[in-house]
C-alpha cells in the first residue's frame, strides 16, 4: 500500500458502491473518464420551491464569502436562483469579501462574530488556515467540500512589452524577461492577488518551465487588481496572473495582451474551491449536504450553454461582480482574444467550467490536486518550511479533505453514478511542458523540476 492509499475512515461511511471503488486511495488506476463534456451532460433545471426531504438541516443559515471573479458563479447562481432555499437553506448569504485577505480575517472570528462560515478560496489557503499558517499560528480547522470551477484564469502582459515573444513557452524570451534590470534599472515586475496561492503558483510554473526563475530573476508581489492595471498602465508594471473578467478587459481596454490562458498551461486544472470552518461542518453535517446540494445544481446550470447569458446578467450586478454585461459574455462563451498577434480562442471549453469536463468531475474535489498544491508549496519553500515533506502534506489533507460529504450529498440528489469519481485521483497530470504530476511519486515530480527551492 502507497503512503497516500492512508485512507480516511470517512470515506467507509458511504455507500458500499462507492467504498469499494474508492477505498484505495491514489493508488494510480483510475476509471475510465466520461468523455462527454459539460455543455453536453444534462442538468436538471433549478428549482424555486423547497422539495420534499427527509434531511432537514440543522440550521438554515450560513454566511458565505466570495471575491466578485467568475469563480464565484455557482455561490452566487445558488442564492439568485433559489437552490439553498430549495434544500432547506432559507437563510444562506452570499457575502462579497473585499479581499482575500478580509475573507482569511473574517473565517478567522466566524459569521457568530460578524465574519463568515467558509465561501470561496484560492488554494491551499483552507489547508494554510487549518494550520495556522497564514492566521499568526491561531489554527482555524477548515473542510474541503467541493471544488468550484476549472479553467478562467491567465498571465497578462503590459502592453510596453508586445512583440518579445511572451506566450506559453516564456523560454522565448527568458533573455529578454532576465536583462530587463539591466536596460531599466528595475526586474522585471509580476503581480498576483495573494501569496503562496494559486495565481502565484500559475505564474510561477509558466515562468520556472521557461527557464526564468520567479524568486531571482523577477520581482513576484501581491498587489491588489485595480493598482496592477494602473501600473501596467504607465509602465511600473510588467505582469499580473490573473482571474475573468480581467483577461478580456485587460486586451480590449488595451492595456496589454495575454501571454497564456490557464488552461493551456494545465488543461481542466483545479481552480478555487469551496470550503467551510470544521466547527460549523461537524455540528451541522445535514445543512453541509445541503449546501452542497444547492451548489452542485447551480454547477450543472452554469455549465449549461443556454444558460451563459443569463448568467452573466446575474453576475454582473452591482451586489455581485458589479461589471458590465458585454465584459463577461465572451470568457463564459470561451472566447478570448490574446493580442499581441497571437490568435484568438474561441471553444467554451477553453473558459471557466464548473460541473464537468472532457476527463470527468469538476465539482468533485479530488485529493490528488490538493497534493499538487501542496507539493508546489513545498517546491518553492513557502512559510519557511512550514509544511516540511510530502508525508506532512497527506496528513493535511487527511484532516481537511472531505470528499466523502459530496459523495454523500450527490447521491442523496441522485447524481449520475457516472459522474460521481470512484478514485479520490484523478491520476496522472500532463502540463504544457510535457512534465507530469504523478500524485503515487510526488517526490519524482519534484526531482524532475529544474527551478525549485528544495
Not at 378 to 407: K, S, T
Not at 420 to 446: H, M, Q, W
Amino acid at each position: 500500500m502507497s503512503n497516500f492509499s492512508r485512507y480516511s475512515r470517512r470515506q467507509f461511511l458511504t455507500t458500499a458502491g462507492a467504498s469499494a471503488a474508492g477505498a484505495v486511495f491514489l493508488k494510480g488506476c483510475v476509471g475510465n473518464p466520461p468523455t462527454d463534456t459539460a455543455q453536453t451532460t444534462p442538468a436538471a433545471s433549478p428549482a424555486a420551491s423547497p422539495v420534499a426531504s427527509t434531511e432537514t438541516p440543522e440550521t438554515p443559515a450560513i454566511k458565505l464569502g466570495y471575491l466578485p471573479i467568475l469563480e464565484s458563479a455557482a455561490l452566487i447562481i445558488a442564492q439568485e436562483k433559489g437552490l439553498f432555499a430549495k434544500y432547506g437553506m432559507t437563510e444562506a448569504e452570499v457575502s462579497k469579501q473585499a479581499s482575500w485577505a478580509s475573507a482569511r480575517d473574517n473565517v478567522v472570528i466566524g459569521s457568530q462574530n460578524g465574519g463568515i462560515d467558509g465561501g470561496k478560496w484560492q488554494m491551499p489557503m483552507p489547508h494554510l488556515i487549518s494550520e495556522g499558517i497564514i492566521t499568526n499560528g491561531n489554527k482555524v480547522p477548515m473542510y474541503v467540500l467541493a471544488q468550484l470551477s476549472t479553467h478562467g484564469n491567465g498571465i497578462a502582459i503590459s502592453g510596453a512589452h508586445a512583440g518579445q515573444e511572451l506566450g506559453l513557452n516564456v523560454s522565448n524570451a527568458a533573455d529578454y524577461i532576465k536583462g530587463f534590470q539591466a536596460a531599466n534599472d528595475r526586474k522585471f515586475k509580476a503581480a498576483f492577488t495573494f501569496p503562496n496561492v494559486n495565481q502565484d503558483f500559475w505564474i510561477r510554473y509558466w515562468l520556472a518551465a521557461g527557464g526564468v526563475d520567479p524568486d531571482n530573476d523577477v520581482d513576484l508581489l501581491a498587489v491588489p487588481p485595480a493598482e496592477t492595471l494602473q501600473g501596467m498602465r504607465t509602465g511600473s508594471m510588467d505582469a499580473f496572473s490573473t482571474g475573468d473578467p480581467w483577461p478580456y478587459r485587460i486586451v480590449t481596454e488595451q492595456i496589454g495582451f495575454m501571454a497564456v490562458l490557464t488552461a493551456q498551461i494545465w488543461q481542466f486544472h483545479p481552480e478555487e474551491y469551496l470550503a467551510i470552518r470544521q466547527d460549523w461542518v461537524d455540528a451541522n453535517p445535514k445543512a453541509t449536504k445541503a449546501v452542497l446540494k444547492a451548489v452542485m445544481e447551480a454547477q450543472q446550470w452554469c455549465d449549461r450553454p443556454e444558460n451563459r447569458a443569463e448568467m452573466a446578467q446575474i453576475l454582473s450586478g452591482r451586489n455581485f461582480l458589479n461589471i458590465s454585461k458585454e465584459i463577461l459574455d465572451p470568457p463564459l462563451a470561451g472566447k478570448y482574444s490574446l493580442g499581441d498577434g497571437k490568435p484568438d480562442v474561441n471553444d467554451i471549453k477553453q473558459g471557466p467550467l464548473y460541473w464537468k469536463a472532457d476527463i470527468g468531475s469538476v465539482s468533485y474535489p479530488y485529493r490528488s490536486h490538493e497534493l499538487w498544491f501542496l507539493t508546489e508549496t513545498i517546491r518553492w519553500n513557502f512559510h519557511n518550511g512550514a509544511i516540511a515533506d510530502i508525508d506532512a502534506a497527506r496528513q493535511i489533507i487527511e484532516r481537511v479533505n472531505r470528499e466523502d460529504l459530496w459523495r454523500e450529498a450527490a447521491q442523496e440528489a441522485g447524481i449520475a453514478a457516472s459522474d460521481i469519481p470512484a478514485n479520490p485521483s484523478r491520476g496522472v497530470e500532463t502540463f504544457f511542458d510535457n512534465v507530469k504530476f504523478d500524485p503515487e511519486n510526488p517526490e519524482a515530480y519534484l526531482n524532475s523540476l529544474q527551478i525549485k527551492r528544495v
